[in-house]
């Protein structure tokens, strides 16, 4: 960390810069820009903020800081938590001299008197900072123990600045927490950490906690501007929105990214091409790319983009959710376009919500879906690649119109298509009944279809179908390993009190068969009849026999239209209970 210079102190300037005259000082920012260049110093460390104005993104911790100093409330110990890179350390700094200024304490230290001056040269003898990271902690604060009891020897106060405080060993918080006890009245700790929760209790609550936040996506692309501008480096939007992506919400690492990138680029403008030349492709274009196919319902442009992403080293995991994370934003851009503007740079919020008002919400839910079962699917064995392709296709080619009056129209089609197979005694008039999905009520009023009633069975095929989804989150909930093989199980047949499901393979039926409990658990709970259910994998023998009567099974064997009607029954089930 140390030496720590004030890049804009004059004295050092004069001392270190002798090209330039004494008459007409160059701007702040020149002289921030030379005195890197001359000095070899990190793009960040140039850019500290030195004033709580400086400090971007920290509205709620500035305005608290600024008016506890302001009307002269000091505590005796800071806690600074929050992620790593987003002004902790500065700001610890900033207040030693918001502390100790000549002409403080003050929340706004003027950086220039000799006190301030000399806390940025790092020369205070009254300004400690101890890093808890380094072997040299706890010998540190054995000696801040002893130290702390004399008075200041120039300053106003003591000031400890206690960096990754997380990492202070037993001994050292235990001796640490001796001092914090019975504080002398001239002392001030300043405890900065990423982890809070590692730090005993006994110190925590000893301290007056500030939490800093992630710094906001547009925020962090502001001041990457800024910095930019003040250095010379000739970066394009798309470039800045790809570095604060990649940062995480640390404005640190965009900072050093954005130095790297600079480098890199020599002289030319930094794009979103240097940064995956320079870094590595993150598959967030793809995922564009591929967002707009499943969209445009363009199952050859989800191939081809898919194709392109893998050969171009892209991780399929990584892609997939990306994929996610983008239809999230679409969701939340109908829900809550302020959160958006936080999450993305202003041109892709502007965009997501230009594409969010052209998705219906149940297919960007049927997305949400698809594609948090293809990365189950892909982490219980499955191959990334052919879980998303397989999901993105299936959603293309399935995907309903939203509205209500499409959905019937759909009905309708299916149901003559269906009529004209003169078997169906289950499905159709589980279809049937969807056609005027007017009301709830309606919907209870509806007849039951005679073959589920043996012996009085208290429950239909068609209320088992509705509640599956239901039952299923309640079982995964319960159970989450069960997430892959259940997304493949389909509810076959009612009869009596024996419930059939089929999986998709022997394996997934076996996993399954082992927590039939859980699944009868569920069932009891939402629909309040007790079923045994037992498990048949997709393409076994025994599956025409257990069918219900009118041949159900061997129809679904046949003809994939059946399980358009239950993804449709299903989904205008959702549909009805969701509005
Ligand atoms: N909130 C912020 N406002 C302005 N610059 C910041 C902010 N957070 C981090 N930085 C930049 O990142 C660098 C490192 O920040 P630092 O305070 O050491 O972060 P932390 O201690 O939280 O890891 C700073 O020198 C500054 O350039
Ligand atoms: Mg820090
Ligand atoms: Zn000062």
Redesign the pocket.
């Known amino acids: 960390m140390r030496p720590l210079v004030n890049p804009y102190n004059p004295r050092l300037l004069r001392s270190r810069f002798t090209a330039y005259p004494l008459g007409g000082w160059p701007k702040r920012r020149e002289f921030r820009r030379l005195y890197r260049e001359r000095s070899g110093v990190s793009?960040?460390?140039?850019?500290?903020?030195l004033v709580f104005a400086?400090?971007?993104?920290?509205d709620a911790v500035v305005r608290t800081l600024t008016s506890a100093l302001e009307s002269g409330r000091l505590a005796h110990a800071y806690l600074?938590s929050?992620?790593?890179?987003?002004?902790?350390?500065?700001?610890?700094?900033i207040l030693a001299r918001c502390i100790d200024c000549v002409n403080g304490p003050t929340a706004v230290p003027d950086n220039t008197c000799e006190n301030c001056r000399a806390i940025l040269a790092g020369s205070a003898l009254d300004v400690l900072e101890i890093d808890a990271a380094s072997n040299r902690g706890i010998d540190e604060i054995r000696a801040l123990r002893d130290a702390v009891k004399f008075a200041p020897a120039a300053m106003r106060m003591k000031v400890y600045i206690i960096?990754e405080a997380h990492m202070l060993t037993k001994e050292g918080a235990n001796a640490f927490l001796k001092t914090l006890e019975e504080p002398p009245p001239h002392a001030v700790f300043i405890l900065?950490t990423?982890e809070p929760e590692k730090l005993p209790v006994t110190i925590l609550s000893r301290c007056q906690r500030y939490a800093?936040a992630r710094?906001a996506i547009p925020v962090m692309i502001d001041?990457m501007k800024e910095?930019a501008r003040g250095e010379g480096i000739a970066i394009d939007d798309g470039a800045l929105a790809a570095i604060a992506y990649r940062a995480d919400g640390?404005?640190?690492d965009?900072?050093t990214m954005l130095e790297q990138a600079a480098a890199f680029a020599a002289g030319a403008t930094i794009t979103a091409e240097t940064l995956d030349i320079a870094f590595g492709a993150t598959g967030r274009n793809f995922a564009q790319t591929l967002l707009d196919a499943v969209v445009a319902r363009d199952a050859a442009g989800v191939l081809a983009t898919i194709e392109t992403a893998s050969d171009a080293g892209a991780d399929m995991h990584v892609l997939t959710r990306s994929l996610l994370a983008a239809f999230r934003n679409l969701l939340v851009a109908r829900v809550d376009p302020d959160l958006l503007a936080r999450d993305l740079a202003p041109e892709d919020a502007r965009h997501a919500a230009e594409r969010a008002a052209n998705v219906s919400q149940a297919a960007v839910v049927r997305a949400l879906r698809v594609l948090t079962d293809a990365l189950s699917l892909a982490r219980s064995g499955g191959s990334p690649r052919l879980e998303l392709e397989t999901g993105l296709l299936r959603l293309i080619f399935t995907s309903e119109d939203p509205t209500l009056d499409a959905l019937s129209t759909r009905v309708k089609s299916l149901e003559e298509r269906l009529a004209g197979d003169a078997a169906p005694a289950v499905a159709v008039p589980s279809v049937r009944k969807r056609e005027e999905p007017a009301s709830n009520a309606e919907r209870k009023a509806a007849p039951k279809p005679e073959p589920q009633k043996r012996d009085g069975g208290p429950v239909s095929l068609q209320k088992v179908r509705a509640a599956w989804q239901n039952v299923r989150g309640k079982v995964e909930s319960q159970h989450p390993p069960l997430q892959g093989p259940l997304s493949g199980v389909r509810v076959e047949s009612v009869e009596g009190d024996r419930l059939v499901l089929v999986a998709r393979n022997d394996l997934d039926a076996n996993i399954v068969r082992g927590r039939t409990t859980l699944i009868e658990d569920a069932i009891s709970d939402l629909l309040g009849t007790s079923l045994h259910v037992s498990l048949k994998a997709d393409g076994s023998p025994a599956r025409a026999k257990g069918s219900a009567p009118g041949g159900v099974a061997s129809v679904s064997a046949a003809e994939p239209s059946i399980d358009d009607a239950d993804a449709l029954f299903n989904y205008a089930n959702e549909r009805i209970t969701n509005a």
């Open positions: 793009l960040y460390r140039t850019w500290r903020p400086d400090l971007v993104g920290q600074f929050g992620p790593r890179g987003s002004g902790k350390t500065s700001a610890a700094k960096d900065a990423t800093f710094i001041k910095v640390g404005l640190r965009a900072l």
